[in-house]
Structures are given as C-alpha cells and as structure tokens.
C-alpha cells in the first residue's frame, strides 16, 4: 500500500484515504475544499507581495527617489526579501509538477514555470549579491523579481479558476441522495409504522399517499394512481399504476393512494444505479489536454538545449572572462524564454469567453468545456423539456360534424367546454392542459356532478343535465358509444405524437380533444444550424417510439433512440465516442445526468433540475437551444483567441533567444541589455491583453 501511494503521489495526483464507515463523497469534498482554500491563501498572499515588489521596481520612475532615497543594491535586497517566499512557497507547487513530471522523462506547464521563474529569481540573486559577475562591457547587472513574482501569480490565479470549476461529481451525487425519501410506510405485524429508509427490506409491504414520494423499486398490489416518472423517463405526462405495474423509488405519486411490495432497495434501486453511473462516467472522463502543455513539452527541451548549447559555445570560443560570458548568456537565454504574458494568454481568453457566455445566457463551469465545444460533431438531445417545452398542452380541437361522418354536431368551442368542465373533477396533468386552453378561450366553465375517473381509461360526468365522457377509445366502447367516424382523425394525430382524448355527450361521439408536449420554439432553427455546422444531431428518449419520431421529424434530428433507460443513455454516449466522435449530451432531467456526465461536454437546461445542472459542463440559463449553437461559436472564438494569444506569448522572445545567446557581438560586440527583455515582456502582455479584449466582440444569432 505504502508503495502504491508512492506511486500515484509521484504521477501528480492527490490520494484521498477513507477510513471504514466514512462517507467518500464527503470526505472527497472536504478535501477538494481544503485544496481550494489553500490555494486562495497562497494566491492572496503572492499578489500582496507582489505589489511591493513592483513598487521598488518602479522607486526612481515615480519619483519615490525623492522622498527616500534607496541605493540600488539596497532596493535589490528588499526585492530579494520580499520575492524568496513568493517563489518558494507560493509557487511550490510548480517545483512538486515538475518534478513529477520530470520523473516521467516529460515536460510541462509547471516544467516552464518552474525553469522560467527560477531563471529569473537566480539571475536577480546574482545580481543582487555578487554584481561584479555581470560587470563586462555593454551590460549592466538588472534584477527580475517582479517578473518571476508576476508569472507565478497569474499562474496560480488560472489553477484557482480550475480547482473551483473541479469537483462536479460530488455536488451531483449529494444532490441525487436527496432525492430519496428519509422514511417509509411499511405494514409490519398489520400495523402501519414509519422506518427510515434504510431499514427497507426485500418483500416488505410499503403504503403511499397521493403527494408523497415512493420511498424504493417495487410492484404495485392493491390501488392506483398516476405517478410522475420524469425523472426516469423524462416523459412529463404521469403514468397510471394499477396491480401488477412496476414503480420506482424516488419518483412522486400524484392522485391515487396505493400499497407495493418492495422488490429492490438500496444499492439494487434504479436510483442508487444512476448514482452510480454519475460517478463513473465523471470519474472517467478523460482529461483534456492543454495547449500550452502540448506547446511547453516542446519549447522547453529545445530552449534547454540551447541554452546548454549558448553555454558550451561562450565557454570554448568566448573572450575572457569566457565563464562570465558563458554564464550571462546561458541565464539571458533562460530568461528571454521564460514570456511573462504566457500567464495571460489563456485565463485572459477564457475570462472574457466565459464572460461573454454569461451574456448571451450560457454559463461555462470552467476551461475544459470552451476547450472541447469547437471539436462537438455529434449533439445527442433529450426530448421532454430539452426539444419540447416538458408540458402537455392542446394541440387539435375536433368535431365530430368536421369527421368523415357521425358526430353530434357540436363546434370546436362546445367540444372544449364539454371537456374542460369535465375535467375540472380531475387531476390529471392532461385534464388541466385542457382547463388551461379553455381559460385560455375565456369559456365559463360549470363543475361537474357524478364525476367519476377510471384509471388509465378516462372520467365520467354530468354537465347541464348531460353525460360526458372523456377518454381512450377502449373506455368509449366500454361505454358503449359509437366512436368509428373519428377513429381516422384520432391515429392521424397519435401518428403525429399527440395524445387524442373521445369525448362523448350523452351516448355519441362528439369530438377529439388531442394533447401532446409541443417542439420549443427555436429547437428546429437550432437543429439546422447545428447540420450546417457539420454535427450530427441524435435525440435519446425514455418516450415510446411513435412520439419520439413525430417530436424528431418536426426538429429535423438525423436519428432517434426512444424507450431508453438513463443507464441506456449514457451508454449510448460512451458507444458515440468509441466512434471518434466527441459528443455533447443536452438534457434537463435527473434520468440525463449520467449522459451529461459521460459526454464530452454536458449542457444543461437551466429551467431543468439541479442534478442536470451539477453534471454539466455548461447550462443554457433560459432554456432557448439557440444556446447549444452559441456554445459551439463561442468555443471557437474563444480557442482561436488563446492560439493566438500563444503565439503572442512566444513570439517576441522566441525571436530575442539569439540575440540572448549572444549572435550579434561576434559582428557589432552587443550583448542583450535587460531594458530590451523588459520591452519583449511588456509587449508580449500588451499583445495577449488587447487580443483577448477583442473577444468582447463576440455576437450570436441564429
């Protein structure tokens, strides 16, 4: 064991121990909290040093020199006093990444950081100590602790952005536990009696009222009622239950009390399996690899070698002193390597991308989604609330007199009043799309007498003396009224993805009331840009597959995955990127959350549940899809800004390494002046600054 930590410590990563009985989740967090406000206390005490550092950098330009006089050596001195924390543990932890990384034969971000800065640092402490080193002619000994202090800072202040953009998986799990309720009504020795949850045995008898949540998996045995499985399915319409149906823990029972028997508890339950494939899929997910990583594990061997070459060469072929020659330039190249705007180029780019998102409506949780949302060629989309606006509404209004015969004549407003009032007994979600529509119409409703609702069928009533029936075509013929003359219009609109309603007005058919969850308004304009785009669109449902295709062609999605189970979802994902795709999941629902989580990228629904949101990378706060398409414009401005910014970053000195090494003096005897560093430095930062600011630019529409 003890090896084994050894092993993973010196690879780079932190080891989280938990002892027997300790919640990891919480500890996992404690820990990620722990790092963070480590982090913050070094990042506030490096910029409070640093500010003095620039101060007695700046001592004779703003005329401090005459108030207090401070001999240059003695100002060096102070430099060197206050900076030694700043680089040795401020910035410890690019020592610790570099050594790890070095361990692997390999260079980095902290690799550069680390050489760069203590280049810095060690030439200024020459300077400071021994100056007489650098006294040779055409230079002049010159201090860097405001440079080295700077890097670090800015560095450490984009690695604090990070840690807080860390740690999603535990906010989704804390989030996906409360969602199961603490106790259960179970029947025990023939009494009701409440047990926590946990206490919840295989076989258990178990009562739920209407409004409560069902507390485990199991087979419903006496009663019904209609339960909202959203969170499951993702289908906003309740599913009626009855003896022999299946219910599942966690979700709301809504109308109806009914007794199950318990089939699956604990770590067996569908949610406990959500759970589960939330920390895999974000435990899992592969890191992204930076830019500059790529860049520094390239740049910093080569400037090495050059240095070590420049070293070689003053060394050999040098005037005298040639070690002093030797030694000045092998530092002069170290330092013009090391680009002080390197530490601006990508939080800059990122802090103003993430900005502009927040203003289009987009809210990007950290750097690795604006890095990944350029490269999406498959958008996976779920139906109910992510296409659709997650609410049945009426959609057609029929009357039997507009059918192809029969019918009792009445119009469209009679249908709906029939209906409406009918309803006003219910509380169906359906019956109060219907109420809602004629409200809508501003009919005056009457409330119902002898009203009666059969399960999964339909309802009985009596309006102004007549009798209404509303319901399936089975209940119609159960009733005994005569529904053929509307039975073509009726699969017509399920064809479409509607649910069509019979209603009856004293023993004939009188019309269809159809309701169906209606496409967002800009979901099809999103679709399409998103094809123009060259992604391909897929929508992944717990909905059968007639409505999911009808709610698919309207959109114009390329392909349908329907009836899917969320561990089903996330394996479709995961089945997308062994294609070489990289996918982005758009849900809102708790059954999303593994898919969100496993995408490349997971973008969340704003007006969905906090589980969606906590396993996002990015949340579109209005809901509008037109986000989706922004998201993927943005991440490119954004890459083509940091690139840019790169190169900026390298530019000026990568340009200024031969003259650092010395390339001019054999010709004009000039060795680089420090002043002409400085100006690389303060150029290459001017440069990254005001190209990230062009980002403010940035505009999106469909």
């Known amino acids: ?80 006093l206050i900076q030694t924390p700043v680089q040795f543990w401020v910035g410890m932890q690019f020592y610790r990444g570099a050594i790890a990384a070095a ?12 050489i760069g800065t203590s280049a810095a640092y060690l030439y200024s402490v020459t300077a400071t100590f021994f100056p007489s080193v650098f006294e040779i002619k055409g230079y002049s000994a010159h201090v860097y602790f405001d440079t080295a202090a700077t890097i670090i800072v800015l560095i450490l202040l984009g690695r604090l952005f990070e840690a807080r953009a860390r740690g999603r998986t535990s906010e989704a799990i804390k989030k996906l536990i409360g969602l199961q309720p603490k106790t259960a009504r179970v029947i025990r020795d023939g009494q009701e009696q409440d047990v926590p949850v946990d206490e919840v045995e295989m076989g258990d008898s178990i009562v739920v009222r209407p409004g409560e949540k069902i507390p485990v998996d199991g087979i419903v045995k006496e009663g019904h009622s209609s339960v909202d499985e ?36 604990g770590r067996d339950m569908m949610l406990s399996h959500i759970i589960a494939m939330v920390q895999e899929a974000q435990g899992s997910k592969p890191p992204i690899a930076r830019l500059a990583d790529t860049i520094a594990s390239i740049f910093v061997p080569v400037v090495m070698a050059v240095a070590a070459l420049t070293f070689a060469v003053w060394l050999i072929l040098g005037p005298e002193p040639a070690f002093t020659y030797a030694l000045l330039n092998f530092i002069a190249v170290m330092i013009i390597a090391c680009p002080c705007a390197l530490g601006l180029a990508t939080p800059t780019s990122i802090m103003v991308g993430t900005g502009k998102g927040a203003e289009n409506g987009i809210l990007i949780r950290g750097a690795g989604a604006l890095e990944t949302a350029h490269r999406i060629n498959a958008m996976v989309f779920d139906k109910t609330g992510t296409l659709t606006k997650g609410e049945p509404v009426v959609t057609d209004i029929i009357s039997g007199r507009s059918a192809a015969k029969g019918g009792a004549g009445l119009t469209d407003q009679d249908i709906l009043w029939y209906a409406a009032s009918a309803e006003k007994g219910s509380e169906h979600s359906l019956g109060e799309a219907i109420i809602k529509k004629a409200k809508e119409r501003k009919l005056a409703l009457e409330d119902p007498s002898d009203f009666q609702a059969v399960p999964g069928r339909g309802i009985r009533a009596r309006l102004s003396g007549k009798a209404v029936v509303l319901g399936n075509a089975d209940f119609m013929g159960d009733e005994g009224v005569d529904a053929a003359g509307l039975r ?215």
């Open 488 to 702: 073509s219009e009726a699969e017509r609109l399920s064809g479409e993805g509607k649910t069509p309603m019979y209603v009856a007005v004293d023993g004939t058919a009188a019309g269809i009331v159809a309701v169906a969850d209606t496409l967002k308004e800009n979901s099809a304009a999103a679709v399409e840009a998103l094809r123009k785009m060259g992604v391909q669109t897929l929508m992944i449902t717990g909905d059968n597959r007639r409505t999911a295709e009808a709610i698919a062609r309207q959109a114009g999605i390329d392909r349908v995955l329907a009836q899917v189970l969320p561990e089903d979802k996330a394996r479709e994902v995961k089945k997308l990127q062994t294609e070489n795709r990289v996918v982005a999941m758009v849900g809102d629902g708790i059954n999303d959350a593994p898919a969100l989580a496993q995408a490349d990228v997971g973008i969340a629904i704003g007006t969905g549940t906090d589980v969606a949101m906590e396993a996002s990378d990015i949340t579109l706060i209005g809901g509008d899809l037109k986000g989706v398409v922004a998201s993927i414009a943005l991440s490119k401005a954004t890459i083509r800004n940091i690139k840019q910014n790169l190169f900026w970053a390298f530019a000026y000195n990568t340009i200024l390494i031969p003259v650092a090494a010395g390339i001019l003096f054999p010709f004009f005897g000039i060795l680089l002046n420090p002043m002409f560093a400085a100006a690389a430095m303060g150029m290459s930062s001017v440069t990254v600054v005001s190209n990230a600011l062009r980002l403010r630019k940035f505009s999106f529409r469909l």
């Open 230 to 265: 959203s969170m499951i399915s993702g289908e906003s319409i309740p599913v009626e239950k009855k003896a022999g149906d299946q219910v599942i823990g966690a979700t709301m029972n809504k109308t109806g009390s009914f007794r199950f028997e318990a089939t699956k508890v």
């Open 1 to 80: 064991m003890r090896d084994f930590r050894k092993a993973l410590r010196g690879s780079g990563y932190d080891l989280v121990e938990v002892n027997e009985g300790e919640d990891i989740v919480e500890k996992e967090k404690r820990e990620r909290e722990a790092e963070y406000r480590r982090l913050k206390t070094k990042l506030v005490v490096g910029a409070a040093l640093t500010v003095p550092i620039f101060v007695l950098m700046l001592w004779d330009r703003i005329g401090l020199s005459s108030v207090i006089e401070i001999p240059r050596q003695t100002n060096y001195f102070l430099q060197f």
């Open 103 to 114: 361990r692997h034969r390999t260079t980095n971000m902290n690799t550069l950081i680390a």
